[in-house]
């Protein structure tokens, strides 16, 4: 069964420093989704990505965040400068064109700053 | 905006015991409704969903029914398994452009089930 995958599992990085976390997609999929969940609280919806741009994002989602698609199966997450604050599970996701907002997601990237 | 309130947990129940969870919702118009699972270690993944008012979503035993005069979504169970054991998710989607509408998530509900 296809799946979404994410990698790395988990990143540690210093506070200040770029991070890029990648995701594939399942393949036919057009929809794409980037959620983090801070340990302990709820998953929150960060942006979504059609047709090469971005559909919405939320207020989490400010400058120092950017999404980008940079080939025909890659979907990335990109923090600028990171904080402490940034500091959780983020789940990428995908649906179809067809499919009632059905998200299908992966199994996460954890992100440490310190 | 839109919101999702569940019930807090854990939720510790014995083996063969009937399950509910709680969730109610807040939303303008008619959103799509979700049930995700989150076992340990692991990403989210799809329960159940029902896309309108009166909609019973079912898988794996589960079951949830759209109410949109009470604006809920229970997930019930009538026999859970210690294999249930995991953190459930309700979520809802809005109905905007082109399916590309970010799931709003509930707090999610540990359900722990003891032999």
């Known amino acids: 069964e296809p799946e979404v995958t994410q990698t790395p599992s988990h990143q540690v990085t210093q506070m200040g420093q770029e991070v890029i976390l990648r995701c594939v997609p399942i393949?036919?999929?057009?929809?794409f989704y980037w959620y983090r969940q801070i340990l302990g609280q709820k998953v929150e919806f960060l942006v979504s990505?059609?047709?090469?741009?971005?559909?919405?994002k939320s207020e989490i989602f400010d400058d120092q965040f950017s999404v980008e698609r940079p080939d025909g199966s890659n979907f990335t997450l990109k923090i600028r400068s990171t904080k402490l604050e940034d500091s959780a599970m983020y789940f990428c996701?995908?649906?179809?064109?067809?499919?009632?907002?059905?998200?299908?997601f992966g199994p996460g990237t954890r992100l440490t700053v310190t | 905006g839109n919101s999702v309130t569940q019930m807090e947990g854990p939720v510790t129940l014995s083996e063969e015991a009937f399950l509910t969870i709680n969730c109610t919702y807040t939303?303008?118009?008619?959103?799509?409704l979700f049930w995700y699972v989150q076992y340990p270690g692991e990403g989210l993944q799809l329960l159940l969903k029902?896309?309108?008012?009166?909609d019973k979503g079912s898988n794996k035993g589960f079951e949830a029914t759209y109410r949109k005069e009470t604006t809920s979504f229970h997930l019930e169970k009538g026999s859970v398994q210690v294999s249930d054991s995991a953190v459930y998710f309700c979520a809802l989607s809005g109905f905007g452009r082109g399916g590309a509408d970010g799931l709003t998530f509930g707090k999610g509900t540990h359900l722990i089930i003891q032999p």
């Open positions: 393949s036919n999929h057009l929809y």
């Open positions: 029902a896309t309108k008012a009166d």
């Open positions: 939303a303008t118009g008619y959103p799509s």
């Open positions: 990505f059609y047709n090469n741009e971005i559909s919405e």
């Open positions: 996701a995908s649906s179809s064109s067809t499919g009632f907002y059905e998200q299908y």
